[in-house]
């Protein structure tokens, strides 16, 4: 059983709460705290040794930490705003926690969101969960579950990088100036919050890719209780990453490899040259990668031929089901 | 240096958000999501061996991971709402998880708290973090800082029981009926919330005692700039406890054991009238342990002398200072 599927088992209970619009199951709940205003929070735990390399800097963690909890606001199209801190430690390391909280504090910098609270623990392995409170006009938070069939699929940025970069960080070639891009793709992950904020009202679903593309894109399409087909000679492949790992590498980087913190999304058809105006006004690659179709599941076509994909992206439990 | 003064130096800055009411460094945040409505935010973290033995069952840890959270709402005032949940496991145990989300559920269901949301991730020991939410009228929460020379200090229910009750659940007497009780108080903390919410606009301060009567309350009056004796006389130790562990030892337990999850708070002493009332009215005793006054620090007094007290509470790093 993955992850999905144990939270979904144990976790999920009907609210008899009117004011959880959204919960269980979705990149982050939306709740109504006061009428007239919807609420995300999101939570997001990094585990050492699991979710980074032992040899990631302390600033580049507590950097990492706010990301990836920004990252999955962006997917909500919500604003962030407060955090609060669970850190568990092996030990009170006053460099450790320096430089940690200095990375911390840089990226809610970044994004004008505040720390409101936290809990200091103890334990074998240091483990850090953020909680991240974010805000939306009511009724425009945006899930993961409106894409139709007839709508097109796109991804923001450069899939795979970040996920070469992880393994390029553990290596001898990371001094390499196009390694060097892609390591930096993984120390410091760019929330889409403005793509996020931008889409609402414009995508129809979205989820932000942190366990692979095809996994991520498969979990809106199964929200949405929708197929779709994802065309492979598409994807929007970094120069550095073709020229670390080559395109068929490349591919599977982009598909699988995790730690993006790009938007995966669903748009209608004829909402093309919106897309294309927004990807020009951030400057941001904004790629149609393929299509929703009736159905169920995701199928990959390269070169107009399908061809089967195997891997379903990072799980935390259990092996992929191939 | 100690968990208190560590989460002081490198997490607390000036917030530049006026919706930030309260930030670190109290039980909860205090935030204001729309004008109308203020929020409480609490975030706080059990960990395998460390906040529990490994004794305990999946069902009793699920319970305590959502009532130590409803503890630090109780003592801001709030009423419970939503709660995120972030589960770092050893592996996926469909039977630990099934009773572990029974306790969760039946802490929760106990005070209308939905479970919007979470993240379940892989590491080697068991690490259980819930952000809880709740909401409060505008101005009313409850924080420590406004404690005044002059006020008296009170304790609800009966400390030391839990801290005994962890002991006695790894030995063999816990089987015996005192012993039973005093270990449920631990499996089952009871959260004060509707002390809490009666508390605003009578207590002048208040804290949740999770880490020991003298050193929780010593925060209190830390928030609040005074200081502060305490009457070991006037302790309110439980039939069992005393029964258990006698007279010295419980007035140990209740001073330093910790995992109480009563309410420690301060009050006119021209409320004693009405908090008579209070605890008549909740079945729980309320009682009056001792006095604010103009300085510094908790002094102890018994049968009127002072008496030094030289545990501190738990604390989660280093040792405390003597």
Not at 9 to 33: C, E, M, N, Q
Not at 178 to 192: I, K, Q, T, W
Request: proline share 6%; aromatic share 6%.
């Amino acid at each position: 059983m993955d992850e999905f599927e144990l939270i979904r088992k144990y976790f999920t209970r009907a609210s008899a709460d009117p004011d959880v619009l959204v919960g269980v199951g979705d990149d982050g709940a939306v709740l109504r705290p006061a009428p007239g205003r919807d609420q995300v929070q999101v939570i997001d735990t990094l585990v050492e040794g699991i979710h980074y390399p032992r040899e990631l800097s302390a600033a580049d963690i507590g950097y990492r930490a706010v990301a990836v909890n920004l990252s999955d606001i962006a997917a909500m199209g919500a604003r962030p705003r407060w955090m609060t801190l669970a850190l568990t430690l092996r030990a009170a390391d006053p460099a450790w926690l320096a430089g940690f909280a200095e990375g911390l504090f840089e990226a809610a910098g970044e994004h004008g969101v505040t720390l409101v609270g936290g809990d200091t623990t103890h334990g074998p392995r240091t483990v850090i969960s953020v909680n991240l409170t974010g805000d939306v006009e009511p009724g425009r938070a945006l899930t993961r579950s409106r894409a139709r069939p007839g709508d097109r699929l796109f991804v923001s940025g450069h899939p795979g990088d970040a996920a070469a970069g992880l393994e390029l960080l553990q290596g001898p070639a990371a001094r390499q100036p196009d390694a060097e891009r892609l390591v930096d793709r993984f120390r410091r992950p760019a929330a889409r919050l403005e793509l996020g904020a931008r889409l609402a009202g414009l995508a129809t679903a979205a989820i932000d890719v942190s366990d692979g593309l095809y996994g991520d894109a498969g979990k809106l399409l199964a929200a949405s209780s929708v197929g779709g087909r994802l065309d492979i000679g598409r994807l929007p492949l970094s120069r550095e990453l073709l020229a670390v790992a080559g395109r068929s590498r490349a591919s599977d980087y982009a598909l699988g490899g995790g730690d993006d913190y790009e938007l995966c999304f669903s748009a209608p058809a004829d909402a093309a040259e919106q897309i294309a105006a927004l990807a020009a006004k951030l400057g941001l690659p904004l790629t149609d990668i393929g299509e929703v179709v009736a159905g169920a599941g995701l199928s990959c076509v390269e070169n107009g031929a399908p061809v089967e994909y195997r891997h379903a992206g990072y799980l935390h439990f259990g092996e992929p089901s191939t």
